[in-house]
């Protein structure tokens, strides 16, 4: 017959157990771990490769060797050539432009044509946070949200209102893509300072679960709803 | 845990005179019990944790003012029931001070059964491409849906209905995806197909709005994100790598964007959003495990791929339709033409077989869809080189017919692929399907398939190997045949449409039933849902925002963030680098953190906002300090959840100290955040005649702010957590629980990953200068503290005497040491040997530090000093003052000295001078450093618990 260890020697193989069962689990992790990064490794060597199969096969790529270097170029001399580059281009139109900046209409055509373009919006991005940088002012880049809104018990306000001042309270990213599902019919606020800004903020997709809710849009009624 | 002991309100238990003696620790290991408690006071936390036993089974949560103030009586108890529910137990108790053990504990309602539906037939909304989308995903889907059909009320959601394939269209109710998005909330079930292509972009906004089940055909979601390039540019993109892989990623962005979408698959959004997640394979369970942190993962399932076997036209008919010859032996590859599917390999080996010069054989590459140009020009200009260029074809884009006649009239099917992405290949069961001997490689997905049913070649084979196998094909006609035979009653045993829709509707309810988000979205949708009418917008926002916290206390994953978070407080550095030794260790440490892989965290770096009164990400800063392409992401208020660790790595003693941001370190406390801190000294404690007395006033405030907050504290040395221990013995503070204290070493190697910079011409002409003159270097900011006075005056006194040692003082001058640091000029102005370089850029720091004689070390106190650390890493000798820091430090490899006042001082540096040139200096290059990454790993181990991993390896 086996008899039971005594409790104190128990404890012991349950103690000696668990710091096996620890440094196995450690282990684990630590393959897990290096398994991550032989992935990453092997897909950097993959991607490398590919791009050079891709420099090598294509002969515009052979003529033009100095563009082989540019995804290796760091972002501000992309953003330099294509500042001279562009320069260079424009160059016949420097005249008309420079006849509408005397204008403040031209110069707000001009400025709302260049916001428009990427690049040129990122190069300002850039040459902004460079002078942020240099003056060391820190400003959070916080989505403000609409606050002291007023109530929906208040006046008479319409569920159509009501639904859109909700809709408000989302980031500017989740606004401009909700924009084309016409769920209210006047149109909710573009921001054109920050319109790529993204609020990774739960309570927004909840927000967003209630107000495209059954629920919600039968209390608030949404354009093109049946 | 079984049951749930709810204390209520804090308040109550902290006025009663005595905790009941029945609620003991055994009672509630017996009970298998936790005790759940509102904080009427944050603070209230640690007085409770001090009189409940088992603090670490007590959960608080923060009494919500905002739900207080908006929410009914009725609609509270319904949110603290779900609450309860969330937390997992079977039976809860409430009780009050003074009450007795409870006898009959309420049972909860199992979650379990939340989800399930009383009509026999939900309604089911389908979104998904659909034929005629010249997508995989909607061919498959189409075969699928008559198989779902037979449990679910289906309406399918398209793009644009009117372009849907007629019989479908006939079949189904159809809707667009601007009714979706209205109109969703109706569906009891919503089932999303996610490929990696155009077609399903929408989708991750539709998921947004309606969660349901998600089929991901690809684990890497990078070419459906950026394919709506023209709005937001890369940013979306980013956006999205960075939820799903954290600051780490980021860096790896910076090349171009091919490499981005080929390394992560940046699908953590389909995991928070959903109720549950299928994918068709092992292999993309695996690289999902080994891309995302196992928490997010729990929903996952797998389902196998479904394949209707078909009804095909025989071998004769089809090759009669084609135009092919009987004779012929027919090599057909079929599939989009791209470079993943190994197409280079295979006109190589189909040249080294001798295969190019058999007449009787042929070669069909069968399909198109997404042209890649490139390729099909690569073919076309192999095939005109070819002895016989009638020998290969290539078919280009064909209707389901005529793919059906291909699969017919084949003897050999050639399916190879590379660089998976976790699909599983509908074309390889096709040809296996329609019992046709196929050769692939075992990568991906493939390489589960029965080793029996296939001609499987290694995942990186060679071109030999292949040609191998196309010429045993091409001869062996008996062992073609039973290939394929047993290819086909596989493919029919486990790839049938009715067993993968019954494993779908399966996962499905399952996941509706078990998943918390499913009670949760259904208790918003209630409670907001019906305030929409009498609650101003932005209170509407608050009441959500301070449910999903609540819920965040209970443990579910209600954050958009892939990963369990270490929060980096940078509170003081995000304001204002005052560039002193504290900030250049925590720029350091932060910077090594952040690019740290291994952590099984995702760092985020955040601070205390007093205008918002939150602690929020530093996105922005962040951003910024790493040098990455702009994320344009907003610094959102912290969502922390139970396993979060706090790390208070700057030094910002208000932080700790103040109302309105320490009440966030208890509400995080009290839901199982592991609060740290770090203490880098204690001067003001150990060296008070240096300090004013607001200084030490402050200082000692916030020593013991983070004392009782704290689960851990890390000091940079054995002194400093030894006199940290002393002051916690001597203060007798009455903490409940002392915090654990840890020790790590500081970086040596300056700004490591900074690159330097190069010298200015001041700096060169300095160095010129000093060129030919020993010297002693004192590099650190100037204060009372470090002995400056002390050392100018034995200099003086050695230039008296006639020593030719120089003295180089770098350093910053304190504003509030101003003063001192004029005086300390005055003194040394007449002094030809005494050069005052201010503060330094780290390439002229080092460049000194290699130069110098030796470093001098003066201080009469230090809790670490970077100075030494820094001068030992680039090998200059040491002379410092006989301290227990610097003992503990540099043991044997410096040279000590005891003075007290300038002469003695002065003969000290004489004698040591003597040595120098000598050359019998005690040697610093011995004093064991490490570099910045090796110090934010001690750091990270001394604050990071050992976790379970059980879950996390359970595939790999």
Redesign the interface.
């Known amino acids: 017959m086996v008899t039971a260890p005594p409790l104190a020697e128990t404890s012991v193989q349950s103690e000696s157990v668990s710091a096996l069962q620890a440094e196995l689990e450690k282990a684990q992790w630590d393959n897990v771990q290096l398994r991550r990064e032989l992935l990453r490794w092997k897909l950097l060597a993959r991607q490398h490769e590919d791009q050079l199969r891709e420099i090598q096969s294509n002969p515009s790529w052979r003529i033009l060797s100095v563009v082989r270097i540019l995804p290796e170029l760091k972002h501000r001399w992309k953003l330099l050539l294509l500042v001279a580059a562009l320069g260079l281009v424009t160059l016949p139109f420097w005249p008309v432009l420079t006849l509408l900046i005397l204008f403040p209409a031209g110069r707000d055509l001009v400025w709302r044509t260049l916001w428009k373009i990427r690049p040129l919006r990122d190069l300002m991005g850039f040459i902004r946070q460079k002078i942020v940088r240099h003056t060391e002012v820190f400003t959070p880049s916080v989505y403000d949200r609409p606050v002291n809104v007023v109530s929906p018990a208040e006046g008479g306000m319409t569920g159509e209102r009501a639904h859109w001042l909700l809709l408000q309270q989302l980031c500017p990213q989740r606004r401009a893509m909700l924009q084309d599902y016409g769920l209210t019919t006047t149109p909710l606020v573009r921001d054109d300072e920050s319109p790529d800004l993204l609020s990774l903020s739960r309570a927004e997709m909840s927000v967003l679960r209630v107000s495209t809710n059954g629920q919600a849009t039968a209390i608030c009624g949404s354009a093109g709803s049946p | 845990m079984s049951m749930i002991v709810d204390l209520q309100e804090s308040e109550g238990w902290l006025a009663a005179s005595q905790w009941p003696s029945w609620l003991t620790s055994d009672w509630l290991s017996e009970n298998d019990a936790r005790l759940v408690c509102r904080l009427t006071h944050p603070d209230d936390l640690t007085a409770l944790r001090a009189i409940a036993p088992l603090p670490e089974r007590l959960l608080a949560y923060p009494d919500y003012s905002v739900l207080q103030q908006h929410l009914e009586r009725g609609d509270r108890d319904k949110l603290h029931r779900v609450f309860l529910q969330c937390l997992g137990a079977e039976q809860y108790v409430t009780i009050a001070p003074g009450s007795s053990p409870p006898t009959s504990p309420i049972r909860l309602e199992s979650r379990l059964q939340q989800g399930k539906l009383e009509s026999c037939k939900p309604q089911l909304a389908f979104v998904s491409p659909l034929p005629p989308a010249a997508s995989g995903v909607a061919g498959y889907c189409a075969e699928i849906l008559p198989y779902l059909a037979e449990n679910y009320d289906i309406t399918l959601v398209v793009a644009n209905p009117e372009d849907l394939d007629h019989s479908l269209a006939s079949m189904y109710e159809t809707i667009d ?3 979706m ?6 569906f009891d079930r919503v089932m999303y197909h996610f490929g990696n292509s155009w077609f399903h972009y929408e989708y991750f ?1 539709l998921l ?4 349901g089940v998600v089929v991901l055909h690809d684990a890497y979601l990078g070419h459906c994100i950026i394919s709506n390039h023209a ?3 890369t ?2 993109l980013l ?1 999205k790598v960075y ?1 799903s892989h954290g600051w780490a990623a980021m860096p ?1 962005c ?3 964007v ?2 981005t979408i ?2 992560y698959p940046a699908c953590a959004s389909v995991f928070n ?1 959903s109720y549950g997640v299928v994918v068709h394979n092992r292999h993309a369970k695996e690289i999902l ?3 995302l942190e196992p928490e997010m993962l729990t929903t996952l399932g797998e389902v196998p791929l479904a394949r209707q076997l078909k009804r095909l036209p025989d071998r004769s008919a089809a090759r009669q339709e084609l135009g092919i010859p009987e004779e012929i032996t027919l090599y057909s590859t079929f599939g989009m033409i791209n ?1 993943n599917k190994c197409l280079v390999e295979l006109m190589d080996s189909w040249v080294s077989s001798g295969l190019a010069n058999n007449p009787s054989v042929k070669l069909y590459f069968v399909g198109g869809g997404n042209r890649d140009w ?1 390729m099909e020009n ?1 073919i076309s200009n192999w095939i005109s080189r070819l002895p016989d260029p009638q020998q290969v074809t290539l078919t280009g884009y064909v209707s389901s017919e005529e793919y059906d006649l291909y699969l017919g009239a084949s003897d050999v099917a050639l399916q190879l692929r590379r ?1 998976s992405r976790g699909e599983s290949s509908a074309a390889l069961l096709d040809c296996m399907g329609a019992g046709l001997p196929t050769i692939i490689n075992a990568h991906g997905s493939m390489s589960e398939v029965p080793d029996e049913t296939v001609l499987k070649l290694n995942d990186d084979f060679t071109a030999s190997d292949l040609a191998e196998a196309l010429t045993s094909f091409a001869t062996d006609t008996e062992s073609r045949r039973e290939v394929g035979r047993t290819a086909r009653a596989y493919v029919k045993a486990h790839h049938s449409p009715a067993t993968a829709a019954s494993a779908y509707r399966d996962h499905m309810e399952a996941s509706y039933i078990q998943s918390p988000d499913v009670l949760i ?1 259904q208790l ?2 209630d409670i ?3 305030k ?10 608050a009441c ?2 301070a ?2 916290d609540l819920m965040r206390c209970a443990g579910v994953r ?4 892939a990963g369990s978070q270490l929060f980096v407080d940078i509170s003081s550095l ?4 005052h560039q002193r030794g504290v900030q250049r260790v925590v720029r350091n440490i932060l910077r090594e953190l952040l690019l740290n ?2 952590l ?1 965290y995702r760092v985020e770096p955040i ?1 205390f ?1 007093s205008a ?1 009164g939150y602690f ?1 990400y ?4 962040t951003n ?1 300090f790493l040098h990455t ?2 994320l ?6 912290v ?1 922390a959840m139970p396993g979060d660790i706090y790390l208070g790595l700057d030094l910002c003693y208000r932080v700790a100290q103040q109302a309105d941001s320490r009440q966030w370190l208890q509400f995080w406390r009290g839901r199982g955040v592991r609060i740290c801190h770090v203490v880098y000294d204690l001067l003001p404690v150990s060296l008070a005649e240096g300090f004013t007395s607001d200084e030490i006033t402050v200082y000692t405030n916030w020593l013991t702010a983070i004392t009782a907050i704290s689960d851990r504290v890390a000091c940079p040395s054995r002194t400093v957590a030894h006199e940290y221990r002393q002051w916690l013995q001597s203060e007798n503070s009455g903490a409940p629980a002392i915090p654990v204290i840890t020790e790590f070493q500081l970086g040596a190697d300056m700004e490591a990953r900074s690159g330097g910079g190069a010298l200015n011409a001041t700096e060169q002409a300095l160095l010129e200068k000093l060129q030919h003159q020993p010297y002693l270097l004192m590099a650190g900011g100037i204060t009372p503290r470090k002995g400056h006075e002390q050392v100018v005056e034995a200099f003086n006194e050695l230039q008296r005497q006639g020593c030719r040692l120089s003295l180089v003082i770098a350093g910053s001058i304190d504003e509030n040491h101003q003063h001192y640091a004029d005086r300390i000029q005055q003194l040394g102005d007449g002094s030809s040997s005494i050069y005052w370089v201010g503060c330094v850029s780290d390439a002229m720091l080092k460049v000194l530090y290699q130069r110098a004689a030796g470093t001098l070390l003066a201080s009469s106190g230090e809790g670490f000093s970077l100075s030494l650390l820094e001068a030992a890493y680039h090998g200059s000798a040491l002379l410092v003052r006989n301290l227990p820091v610097f003992r503990e430090i540099c043991g044997e490899y410096a040279w000590y000295f005891d003075a007290t006042d300038s002469t003695g001082l002065a003969t000290e540096i004489k004698t040591w001078f003597g040595a120098y040139r000598d050359g019998v200096l005690p040697d610093s290059s011995w004093i064991q450093s490490v570099d910045w990454q090796r110090s934010a790993a001690q750091l990270a181990n001394s604050v990071i618990p ?5 879950g ?2 359970r595939l ?1």
């Open positions: 995806h601007k009714q998005m209205r109109d969703g909330g109706r906004l947004q709005a309606h969660p709005q937001f540019g940013t979306e956006q939820a790896d910076d090349g171009p091919k490499q080929n390394l959003g495990y080994q891309s470079p490139e690569r660089n979205d918003q949708a907001i849902g019906s929409l009418r009498e609650l101003p917008a932005d209170k509407i926002f959500s925002d449910i999903e209600r954050t958009a963030l995000v304001q204002h680098d892989r291994y099984g601070f906002d918002t929020l530093a996105r922005a800063f910024r392409a702009p344009h992401l907003s610094d959102d208020t969502e050992a976790r379970a991993l059980s996390r390896s790999l």
